[in-house]
């Protein structure tokens, strides 16, 4: 059931990202991204029938083949590096906190009558996704786009509230986020502030092209645009020295590296031009931001 217009005001306050679980509906699987905590989730693809398809918890991929024996031995191989040149300096990249703006059109009680709405969104030209509010008794949120730039999303709001008079913008609060590094990898920080600052750029400008390609159906600015985003998040990189002695560092360069390989599985799909393909894209690319927001957040 939709919160009444007195509730919504007590809402305006900026909500913690850890108060948000968000479930992202696909044709015909069902992907949930469900946030425990500030440092824990889970993904959980699923098919129509049920059967787990793949698992991503506590920020590792377990279902991908020797990953994580072959992570711990580049690490101790670096650690021992490391420690043989009394490299024992830690430095620290500070990341500001960051507010999330999310167009919110819709709240209601039980999933089923979000996935609902998420349908009614999708017929008339709009993209969504569900997200659950896990501080206001288990009640589910339908957002429509979500920002780092309150004026992008308030373009989109604009568009929305010819259809769906109720919609606002919803806040969410990103908090700071410390990465420790070792003196040696002070020549890659520089490169890596650059990748932070686009990650987040380019992702409201897409999100902005997004809406006029659910809207008109036509793919080729969306996809040119993403293509070559992801061009240049991988050419900063490339650019990156392949030794990193700092684990969290490997850690961040890691999660961008799974984000141009999820980037360009989109691509793909968006070769293929038809319209559910274009709406589950969107999806993918919501989700692919909530991955990076609940790393941010860690």
């Known amino acids: 059931m939709r919160r009444t217009r007195n509730k919504r005001k007590l809402e305006e306050k900026k909500y913690k990202l850890m108060n948000f679980l968000a479930f992202f509906v696909f044709a015909p699987a069902v992907s949930i991204l469900l946030g425990i905590g500030v440092v824990k989730y889970f993904i959980l693809p699923y098919l129509a029938d049920g059967d787990i398809i793949s698992v991503v918890k506590n920020k590792e991929i377990v279902n991908e083949e020797n990953i994580q024996s072959k992570d711990t031995k580049r690490q101790e191989n670096i650690e021992e590096e490391a420690n043989n040149e009394n490299m024992d300096k830690f430095m620290t990249l500070e990341l500001n906190r960051l507010n999330i ?14 996935k609902n709405f998420v349908d009614n969104l999708n017929r008339k030209g709009y993209g969504a996704y569900i997200v659950k509010d896990i501080t ?14 309150r004026d992008k999303a308030e373009k989109i709001l604009t568009k929305i509230k010819k259809d769906y008079s ?19 990898d002070m020549e890659n920080i520089k490169k890596i502030k650059e990748l932070l600052s686009v990650v987040q750029s380019v992702h409201d400008d897409e999100t902005s092209l997004w809406y006029d390609c659910i809207n008109t159906g036509e793919i080729g600015k969306i996809k040119e645009l993403i293509e070559s985003n992801t061009v240049k998040i991988d050419n900063i990189l490339n650019e990156i020295e392949d030794k990193i002695y700092s684990n969290d560092l490997q850690i ?5 590296e799974e984000q141009v390989e999820k980037r360009n599985s989109i691509i793909d799909k968006l070769d293929e031009g038809e319209k559910g393909t ?6 993918e690319f919501n989700k692919i931001f909530f991955d990076y927001l609940y790393f941010r957040e860690e």
Do not use: P
């Not at 206001?136 to 730039?149: D, E, L, Q, T």
């Not at 109720?166 to 040696?184: C, P, R």
């Not at 274009?278 to 999806?283: N, R, V």
């Open 136 to 149: 206001r008794n288990n009640g589910f949120k339908v957002f429509a786009a979500s920002f780092f730039n």
């Open 278 to 283: 274009i709406l589950e894209s969107y999806e």
């Open 101 to 114: 703006y999310n167009v919110q059109v819709g709240s209601f009680s039980t999933i089923d009558n979000a």
């Open 166 to 184: 109720d919609a606002y913008i919803k806040t969410m609060e990103l908090g700071e986020k410390k990465i420790k590094y070792m003196e040696n």
């Open 252 to 256: 961040f360069i890691k999660r961008i």
